[in-house]
């Protein structure tokens, strides 16, 4: 960071390392994000394939779920998590179709809705554990209603 500050410009952030550069003590400010919890729960249903293979178990769904949001193209600070989101990335399994996603942050209770971070918040889905149920299918859509309208299926905006 310091190397490509130029001169004269101040650095801003919420956390502050010192280093040696150029036999001086600077102080390098940068904006590290803060972790805020993001729960997840899916129910899901189980839909046979043509060669009736088995569905994942939950275990998998969770373990598939988790690596997608936090691998380097993950979740990123600012983003807005919606359950077209999370419906895209759990629909991915074999055998399985999505009938619910619930949202919320800060340790709420989930429910059908966005979920909006500001750009010093990072989602952090490893702190609260991503809930799986298996249910009856319904039949309904998971992203339909007032929530869903105007946004892109599967984005972070």
Known sequence: IYQNTVAGIGNYGNTVVQITADGFCQSVSFVRPVAVPLSIQVD???QLNDCDCAPDDVVK???A???SLTEACGLQSGAMVTPAFIEQIVAKRSGIFV???R???DG???VFQNVTFNLTELPDVTKVPIVINYVTHSGATVTSGPVAEGIKVGSII
């Open 44 to 46: 899901v249903s189980v």
């Open 61 to 63: 769904i969770i373990a």
């Open 65 to 67: 779920l988790k690596a």
């Open 99 to 101: 009938e619910a996603v």
């Open 103 to 105: 949202l919320a942050r």
């Open 108 to 110: 709420g209770t989930p």
